[in-house]
Nanobody, 125 residues
Framework: EVRLVASGGGLVQAGGSLRLSCTTSGFAFTDKVLGWFRQAPGKEREGVSLIRTSDGHTYYADSAKGRFTISSDNVKSTVYLQMNSLKPEDTAIYYC??????????????????WGQGTQITVST
């Protein structure tokens, strides 16, 4: 059974930091693309950051560049998202996702086979 379990969300003041974790099981973690997406209230889900676990190559949405850092631990089959300088507009439910087929790195949701349950981040002013 494939599982993606996201954790680390919470309430933080603007300017603060949080680190999300997504622990995976049930599929080979190496040579996959894993990513973080988010959905704010009343908005569509959007991509935040991706990582290719074979070589650590990363990709960021413009909103995340310079503030967020994605990383992975291939031994623990876990992907992380370090979020610094958080803003109220970062408030959303954050989802991790895994693409197990080789479609490259993109925020196109249809290429992601598995999704975590989501973790809420609320950034207060």
């Amino acid at each position: 059974e494939v599982r993606l379990v996201a954790s680390g969300g919470g309430l933080v003041q603007a300017g603060g930091s949080l680190r999300l974790s997504c622990t995976t099981s049930g599929f080979a973690f190496t040579d996959k693309v894993l990513g973080w997406f988010r959905q704010a209230p009343g908005k569509e889900r959007e991509g935040v950051s991706l990582i290719r676990t074979s070589d650590g190559h990363t990709y960021y949405a413009d909103s995340a560049k310079g503030r967020f850092t994605i990383s992975s631990d291939n031994v623990k089959s876990t992907v992380y998202l370090q979020m610094n300088s958080l803003k109220p507009e970062d408030t959303a439910i954050y989802y991790c996702a895994a693409a197990t087929r080789n479609y490259g790195m993109a925020f196109l949701e249809t290429i992601y086979d598995y999704w975590g349950q989501g973790t809420q981040i609320t950034v207060s002013t």
